[in-house]
């Protein structure tokens, strides 16, 4: 029989055992942070936005939504986590009847975890195609089922190379056609290397992001040192800076720069909240989340000096203008920077290995944050259950996302990813974000926060973040909100496919299955929770714990 010694003892083990990991130091919650902001968005999405919008004067609405937009959210988020000491859902207890908004992040990380993996063993296989003494896509090839003899050299090989023989692309999303099994290898080869960085949670992530984080500044400033010595490259970079202000009196600049900031930063999928949380309650978050969305942006800007170089360069090769060679969407890397790499003069496979390499660094950095938000949403869940059992929970998790993900590999595979790239998640982001800010603002109220900062952070927020939280944060995200109603109305093409109606309409239904989750949960508290007579009085006394 235990004594009443070993009983205590064995529970104080159990309870070290169950304890909840912090991050090493506080360079692992900056290098997380900033690999999992920093992603495939700052290559394909901001150079393409910030030439279509104006050249440099697109920096203006960018730097204007990064200040009073990204900043407080990324603040906001992170103190919060850091606060409770717990993941998004159970930071909802601050306000109970709108924890539905967790849940609807949680589909969200979900939806976007299966295919985001497909962008990266697409770049792996073009990774492990770049090991050759020349590029599969530097010429035309009738194996792709093209008649090489009659092509125009103005044809883009890259493209043909991409839609043809690696996703044998269909004519339709109709049209599904089976699994390319060289994709499927790649994938389960991704979900692996992810599998093996998080395999103990933080306490592997948080040592792999010295090299993920940093590594991809090294490729991007070798590119650029390249790209700048290719002939074109200059009017590329003058097409990416050179300003034109007349664009800011459009509406839709100011609109997607301000939903460029969702898709660089990732507030709102709860990742931030659970990075927060690992922190020590006296970390200074308030400097962290000033510096990360600065590094950010400061990214984004050096990303596109070294798309543009490139991009002038092939405009120059192609003997085209640069509006001719320039691509949107999630292909561009491989439809035009893969012809570019193809074209320079010599060492093409050593700089398209180091391009698809920092792909594929920039994917999984991201990929980290939103599987290790799920992970401990479950392990602060049932931590007995799972957190002793982190390896197997993450090898499942991993096996199942992996096995989902096999339909984006079909013939319409890329078909669907625009579609639910483009519809699934923006909109879920937006509402949940807005929800963060009138919980805490309003419902436990802003003093109430502003309070617990100063007693456990042991430091005074600055007074700027109240009307920034309560004001001009909300506002600034339902103009988005409406913005990309109205957006929504446009024809959705990819590889001169038009998607009917009926998929615009299925694109819509989707937006408002994700968000459903909140609706639901704040009319079944209110019904059914007997614990609480007033739900939002109640939900001001909730204590916050570390």
Request: charged fraction near 15%; glycine fraction near 8%; proline fraction near 4%.
């Amino acid at each position: 029989m235990l004594t009443s010694l070993d009983r205590k003892k064995s529970k104080k083990d159990e309870r070290i055992e169950l304890a909840r990991p912090q991050w090493g130091s506080q360079m692992e919650f900056v290098f997380s942070a900033i690999g999992y902001s920093i992603g495939l968005g700052n290559i394909f999405r901001f150079p393409y936005l910030c030439y279509e919008h104006g050249g440099g004067a697109f920096l203006i609405p960018y730097f204007i939504a990064l200040f009073f937009l990204g900043i407080p959210l990324v603040y906001l988020e992170v103190s919060w986590g850091q606060l409770c000491g717990k993941s998004s859902v159970i930071a909802w207890n601050l306000s109970p009847i709108l924890r539905g908004a967790s849940f609807t992040s949680i589909a969200l990380t979900i939806i976007v975890v299966i295919y985001y993996n497909i962008i990266m063993c697409i770049s792996l296989y073009y990774f492990a195609a770049s090991f050759t003494s020349e590029l599969p896509w530097s010429r035309c090839n009738n194996e792709w089922g093209l008649n090489c003899s009659n092509i125009s050299q103005n044809t883009s090989f890259g493209k043909e190379y991409l839609l043809r023989e690696v996703l044998h692309v269909s004519d339709s999303i109709y049209d599904v056609g089976y699994p390319q099994w060289h994709l499927v290898i790649c994938l389960l080869i991704i979900w692996i290397i992810t599998l093996g960085c998080i395999l103990k949670g933080i306490r592997s992530s948080g040592k792999v992001v010295y090299f993920t984080a940093l590594f991809p500044y090294v490729c991007i400033i070798v590119l650029l040192v390249r790209g700048l010595t290719l002939p074109g490259s200059l009017n590329g970079i003058k097409k990416f800076i050179v300003p034109d202000f007349s664009k800011l009196l459009e509406f839709q600049v100011w609109s997607d720069a301000f939903i460029q900031l969702f898709y660089s930063l990732g507030p709102g999928w709860g990742a931030l909240v659970t990075f927060g949380s690992y922190n020590k309650p006296n970390h200074n978050s308030e400097r962290d989340a000033i510096l990360i969305p600065i590094i950010c942006g400061a990214t984004s800007i050096l990303g596109g000096f070294t798309v543009f170089s490139l991009m002038g360069f092939l405009s120059h090769a192609r003997g085209v203008v640069i509006e001719d060679v320039l691509v949107k969407g999630p292909t561009v890397a491989f439809e035009a920077y893969s012809e570019a790499l193809a074209k320079m003069p010599f060492q093409q496979p050593v700089f398209s290995c180091l391009f698809f390499f920092m792909l594929i660094i920039l994917g999984l950095d991201s990929e980290f944050g939103m599987i290790e938000n799920l992970t401990t949403c479950i392990c602060d869940w049932k931590p007995r259950l799972f957190r002793n059992n982190i390896f197997l929970f993450n090898s499942c998790f991993c096996a199942i996302f992996c096995c989902l993900g096999i339909i984006f590999t079909t013939n319409a595979g890329m078909y669907m990813i625009y579609l639910v790239d483009t519809y699934a998640a923006v909109f879920g982001l937006l509402l949940v974000t807005f929800l963060e800010c009138i919980a805490i603002c309003y419902i436990y109220g802003y003093q109430n926060f502003h309070k617990r900062l100063e007693k456990i952070a042991s430091r005074t927020p600055l007074p700027i973040w109240k009307y920034l939280w309560k004001y001009v944060t909300p506002c600034l995200i339902v103009f988005t909100f409406i913005s990309l109603i109205l957006a929504s109305r446009k024809q959705l093409i990819f590889n001169g496919y038009v998607y009917g109606s009926e998929l615009r309409v299925f694109g819509t239904i989707l937006s408002c299955l994700v968000l459903l989750p909140i609706p639901l949960y704040a009319i079944s508290h209110s019904l059914f929770s007997s614990q609480y007579a007033n739900t939002f009085s109640r939900s001001k006394l909730l204590p916050f714990s570390h």
